[in-house]
């Protein structure tokens, strides 16, 4: 069971677009949800915007900084473990950096169209129809 049960938990989160293309990351197989597809970004720190988690979140998972991201929805979602977390999405087409997978099990440039051919953490599932 998720201890912060009752803690909402803030998150930014980078819809990552490059031309006609989405990138989705897999969960490492020993984390929480493991294996589920997702976008990359993550939990803020204390002081932290959602800006500033979204660019270190970004550099710590994939090597990237994201220039001029868009906010574009925040939502929430509460899990059956007991994960609460209020997400912002946040919209990326253009970053510096190489792009390296640092974290994750797999990552992959996904056209949406197909993205429904992945398992989506419960949490990124809300943004898929603002993607087309």
């Known amino acids: 069971m998720f201890d912060e049960q009752d803690e909402l938990v803030r998150v930014a ?3 990552i677009r490059k031309d006609e293309e989405v990138l989705i990351c897999q ?3 020993n984390h929480r949800y493991g294996l589920k597809w997702e976008f990359p970004g993550g939990k803020t ?3 932290e915007t959602l800006v500033e988690c979204l660019e270190r979140e970004l550099w710590e998972e994939i090597n990237i900084e994201p220039v001029k991201p868009k906010e574009l929805k925040t939502i929430q ?6 994960g609460n977390f209020l997400i912002t999405f946040f919209l990326v087409t ?3 950096g190489e792009l390296e997978n640092k974290v994750f099990e797999d990552i992959k440039w996904v056209h949406p169209d197909n993205i429904s051919q992945y398992e989506m953490l419960q949490g ?3 943004i898929l129809p603002y993607l087309k």
């Open 13 to 15: 989160v980078a819809v």
């Open 27 to 29: 969960r490492g197989i």
């Open 45 to 47: 720190i204390p002081g």
């Open 77 to 82: 979602a509460t899990y059956p473990d007991g």
């Open 94 to 96: 253009e970053f510096t």
């Open 124 to 126: 990124s599932v809300p």
